[in-house]
């Protein structure tokens, strides 16, 4: 079982950044691929961006491509979000999410039903 705890949300005005972090239990981190969702109110969660196992994969919504990335230190049980030019759009609670995947390092999943289990959230907001 892995129990994942985001941090990192808060305010920042558009155009800025935020950079997100989950730290994850247990000790097996890295037989789990890694993505962040998000939901914002009255939507349904989306998918963010996903990172394989090795480090190898990632891939991203269309909505952040080129002002995200995502990145994992397995040594620490830890996965980043980097988010850059901040939109107002972006605003939502993130979710960090793991889904365990012990075939395959270089396997990716962008479906929210394929995730195993689910951090807390944290808020960001972008203001105008």
């Known amino acids: 079982q892995v129990q994942l705890v985001e941090s990192g949300g808060g305010l920042v005005q558009a155009g800025g950044s935020l950079r997100l972090s989950c730290a994850a239990s247990g000790r097996t981190f890295s037989s789990y691929i890694m993505g962040w969702f998000r939901q914002a109110p009255g939507k349904e969660r989306e998918f963010v961006t996903t990172?394989?196992?090795?480090?190898?994969?990632?891939y991203y919504a269309d909505s952040v491509k080129g002002r995200f990335n995502i990145s994992r230190d397995n040594a620490k049980n830890t996965v980043s979000l980097q988010m850059n030019s901040l939109k107002v759009e972006d605003t939502a609670v993130y979710y960090c999410?793991?889904?365990?995947?012990?075939?395959?390092?270089?396997?990716?999943?962008?479906?929210?039903?394929?995730?195993?289990?689910w951090g807390q959230g944290t808020q960001v907001t972008v203001s105008s």
């Open positions: 999410a793991a889904a365990h995947a012990p075939q395959n390092p270089a396997a990716i999943r962008s479906s929210k039903w394929s995730y195993d289990y």
């Open positions: 990172i394989s196992r090795n480090n190898g994969n990632t």
